[in-house]
């Protein structure tokens, strides 16, 4: 069983920083991209940025320049270092890795359980 575990939100003010982090566990034989994604209240998940497993970086437009990921393979870990935050990244952030569990089987989707972010004006 594969378990992602995050931890990293809380209250901030705006132009502050923090960093969220996401550990994998369990039976895990390779983790392809990871993700992290954000939700709003009232609004549809996004996607904030990806890594993939030899270190290349993707970034939604809103958080460019701002938001840095970042992983560590030995630890089976993904970061998302956040700076300048604003009001508007207020959301549950979710880690999301790419995972295959044994060298049989496919690769499948894990979700973190959410941590909240909230960046006050």
């Known amino acids: 069983q594969v378990q992602l575990v995050e931890s990293g939100g809380g209250l901030v003010q705006a132009g502050d920083s923090l960093r969220l982090s996401c550990a994998a566990s369990?039976?895990?034989?390779?983790?392809?991209?990871m993700d992290w994604y954000r939700q709003a209240p009232g609004k549809q998940r996004e996607l904030v940025a990806t890594?993939?497993?030899?270190?290349?970086?993707n970034y939604a437009i809103s958080v460019k320049g701002r938001f840095t990921i970042s992983r560590d393979n030995a630890k089976n870990t993904v970061y998302l270092r956040m700076d300048s935050l604003r009001p508007e990244d207020t959301a549950v952030y979710y880690c999301?890795?790419?995972?295959?569990?044994?060298?049989?089987?496919?690769?499948?989707?894990?979700w973190g359980q959410g941590t909240q972010v909230t960046v006050s004006s």
């Open positions: 999301n890795a790419h995972i295959k569990a044994t060298r049989w089987e496919p690769e499948y989707d894990y």
């Open positions: 369990g039976s895990i034989f390779s983790i392809n991209a």
């Open positions: 890594i993939t497993s030899g270190g290349s970086t």
